[in-house]
């Protein structure tokens, strides 16, 4: 049944005879009824919906690490952020009723810059988290002012927490974690961002280095946060 606003020829929402009315873009747009709906909800099928799931879930989760990793990226692709971390980590969650995420391959950022190279993470007591870094100075294109990132994902609470920029030289993020992430297990990935904000030439790449480029992330471990 189709509700209806703004008297007989205003806005349908819904069942209308043979046609189904509802606002697309801010505009009334009518498609045909389909009467007869499959959903047998096979094995395979709700498999599929929940590997969907839980690739939904991860993409909300890790919003404020590709808000900021995949921008760039997605815009040269014409896509949302949010849309290209689905599309680029499809195949790392399984289809199963249970489905099973391999964290060490999820990427949350991907651009030219000039990574770190991350040696591991520490849980420290008071819910604290130490990433340690080499600064990867050596490498061309590696900027003193370049900041890096860390982003922790927790496992069983949904969602992540995101450092903030950290200066390339100095060796080290550290991240601080609410208590109820006591005795989680969390996965931590890190990348690089540059803090140009406007084009500039770059004698060492050779190129210009477009503003706030990123490196690709890094998937730098699994810890428990220590209460």
Not at 16 to 36: C, D, K, M, N, T
Not at 82 to 111: C, I, Q
């Amino acid at each position: 049944m189709s509700k209806n606003s703004q008297g007989y020829m205003g806005i349908q929402i819904g069942k209308l005879g043979p046609a189904v009315g509802r606002i697309y873009r801010r505009e009334q747009v009518y498609s045909a009824y389909q009467p007869h709906v499959r959903n047998p909800r096979t094995e395979a099928q709700q498999a599929n919906r929940a590997r969907f799931r839980r690739l939904m879930g991860l993409t909300r989760a890790f919003v404020p690490a590709t808000a900021l990793g995949l921008s760039a990226a997605a815009e040269n692709a014409g896509l949302h952020y949010r849309n290209l971390f689905t599309k680029l980590n499809a195949d790392a969650v399984s289809t199963a009723m249970e489905p099973e995420v391999r964290y060490g391959e999820l990427v949350v950022a991907l651009g030219p810059a000039v990574g770190v190279m991350f040696s591991g993470v520490a849980a420290e007591s008071g819910g604290k988290v130490v990433v340690a870094y080499d600064a990867n100075m050596e490498t061309p294109g590696a900027g003193v002012r370049d900041e890096v990132y860390v982003f922790a994902y927790g496992e069983g609470l949904g969602y992540g927490v995101m450092s903030g920029g950290v200066a390339r030289t100095v060796g080290r993020v550290e991240l601080e974690l609410p208590s109820v992430w006591a005795g989680e297990r969390m996965h931590v990935y890190g990348f690089v961002r540059t803090t140009n904000r406007q084009a500039e030439w770059d004698e060492a790449l050779g190129r210009q280095r477009l503003p706030f480029e990123v490196s690709g992330s890094v998937y730098v471990g699994v810890a428990v946060v220590v209460e």
